[in-house]
């Protein structure tokens, strides 16, 4: 059985930065693409970032050029770095990886950015 564990979340000025992880067990993270994924309050859960099992990476237009989400194969985590974090990165954050047999998500982390 998958599961996965984010922490990391927390609260934030406008402009700092804030790092979280992703923990998997059972589900190998170098052969599996990882995403994070994020919902605001009243808003529909959106697509943040994606690692594929080769390391392609790509982002939300949204976080790129302030976001990089990386992977630790000897830890099976993935980590999501944010940097600028702006008043609407303001969200629940939740890891995600889809195998065949089913879709997995973590629990969710909050993340609050304050003026």
């Known amino acids: 059985q998958v599961q996965l564990v984010e922490s990391g979340g927390g609260l934030v000025q406008a402009g700092g930065s804030l790092s979280l992880s992703c923990a998997g067990s059972?589900?190998?993270?170098?052969?599996?693409?990882v995403a994070w994924y994020r919902q605001a309050q009243g808003k529909e859960r959106e697509f943040v970032a994606r690692i594929t099992s080769a390391g392609v990476t790509n982002y939300a237009d949204s976080v790129k050029g302030r976001f990089t989400i990386s992977r630790d194969n000897s830890k099976n985590t993935v980590a999501l770095q944010m940097n600028s974090l702006k008043l609407e990165d303001t969200a629940v954050y939740y890891c995600f990886l889809q195998k065949i047999y089913g879709d997995f998500w973590g629990q969710g982390t909050q993340v609050t950015v304050s003026s």
């Open positions: 059972g589900a190998d993270f170098s052969r599996n693409a």
